[in-house]
């Protein structure tokens, strides 16, 4: 069976970037700000921006600071008013995450904010790494009606959480995209593809279309 190329999405912390990766052919951005403390929610003028000038599809993280993923009933306002505004502005998708203080999936507010974004698609970030049991919480985000889940593995980077990138590709199937992301580049995203069958790939030094077969 013929390889194919996968899915590049370049993680842009500024217009500067998001610019960058449009010109070099990506498919699309995850749009987020203060990448340096784990990414928040980008200003609304950069996502109109992004939506207006910009011929690539825009995925924008809705965090409304940085630390855990146990939101407020006040900060979960904040999300789900971001999330209508991505909405309106014609975003392809949001990237967001929930859990409890054990570290499980918080499924009523996925399920919420999920349903609120329709028909733009959810992606779960990287909270998932921090799970209690990647198994279970792989299958709660399936039933919240999430359309992929960004992870490294659970370890620090994608690299080092090959083993169970590929497990989390084998247990997913059809019913939702596993979007390996953290510490890839343009000299190792081909091992890791290969290695656990990933069909998208996330990363601030990705630069856009590649040749696969090469």
Not at 101 to 125: G, R, S, Y
Not at 195 to 214: A, C, D, M, Q, W
Request: hydrophobic residues 40%; glycine residues 8%; charged residues 25%.
């Amino acid at each position: 069976m013929e390889n194919l190329s996968p899915i590049i999405e370049v993680c842009t912390p500024t217009l500067k970037a998001a610019i960058a990766a449009g010109q070099s052919g990506a498919d699309r951005i995850e749009l987020c700000q203060d990448i340096e403390n784990g990414g928040t929610t980008p200003s609304h003028a950069d996502i109109e921006f992004c939506i207006t000038h910009l011929k690539l599809k825009t995925h924008v993280l809705v965090r409304p600071r940085a630390g855990n993923f146990v939101y407020s009933d006040i900060e979960f306002e904040v999300i789900k008013n971001d999330v209508l505004h991505c909405k309106n502005s014609g975003v392809n998708a949001i990237v967001v995450g929930f859990l409890h203080d054990d570290f499980t999936i918080d499924i009523a507010k996925t399920a919420e904010i999920v349903n609120l974004a329709k028909p733009m698609e959810v992606t779960f970030h990287r909270a998932f790494d921090v799970c209690a049991d990647w198994k279970i919480a792989l299958e709660q985000i399936i039933q919240c009606g999430c359309t992929r889940i960004l992870t490294s593995g659970q370890k620090a980077t994608a690299m080092e959480g090959a083993d169970n990138i590929k497990l989390m590709v084998e247990q997913a199937g059809e019913r939702i995209i596993i979007l390996a992301g953290s510490g890839i580049t343009m000299e190792n995203y081909k091992q890791l593809v290969d290695f656990t069958g990933v069909k998208e790939v996330h990363g601030t030094k990705l630069r856009g279309k590649i040749n696969y077969e090469s």
